[in-house]
């Protein structure tokens, strides 16, 4: 995906300037409870964040505030089922979180989704992450099922 702006943020590739700042979140146990994607090295980073996007894959984007260019979080996306189904993943840092930012930059990704012609977001949450299940349904996700431990989301688009 190519770089989507919203109101405050950039959504854009990683580069190798915000590494370190992402492993400090990333790294952190107790902040990152409800993830999958941690407690890496900074090569095996690299090796995700600064190789060739693939969406078919999935590719992780950095979430940049677009006043200072601070990196404020991060989102996955995942293409499925002929490009007609996106999944998405998002992080905010901490000291980011409650001001919006998680909303606004999700409201882009599907922006983004629906004038690619993607047909539906798919979000797996553990079902502990209240917020993350409060953010889901101001988006107008609807639960569709428990799998594998998650709780599975889907938004018509």
């Not at 984007?61 to 260019?69: D, E, G, I, Q, R």
């Not at 993350?132 to 998650?150: A, C, I, M, Q, R």
């Amino acid at each position: 995906m190519d770089i989507i702006e919203t109101e405050r943020c950039r959504i854009t590739s990683f580069k190798e300037e915000m590494l370190d700042d992402f492993m400090l979140y990333r790294n952190d146990p107790v902040l990152m409870k409800y993830q999958f994607f941690k407690g890496l090295k900074r090569e095996e980073y690299a090796a995700v964040l600064l190789g060739k996007n693939n969406i078919e894959k999935g590719m992780q984007l950095a979430v940049t505030l677009k006043s200072n260019n601070n990196l404020i979080g991060d989102l996955f996306l995942k293409a499925e089922n002929n490009n007609k189904t996106l999944w998405i993943g998002y992080t905010i840092i901490p000291s980011y979180q409650r001001m919006h930012y998680a909303f606004e930059a999700v409201s882009g990704i599907l922006k983004e989704a629906k004038n690619r012609g993607y047909q539906n977001i798919m979000a797996g949450i553990l079902p502990e992450n209240i917020n993350s299940s409060g953010l889901l349904n101001k988006l107008n996700f609807k639960y569709l099922k428990t799998e594998g431990g998650e709780r599975i989301y889907i938004l018509e688009l």
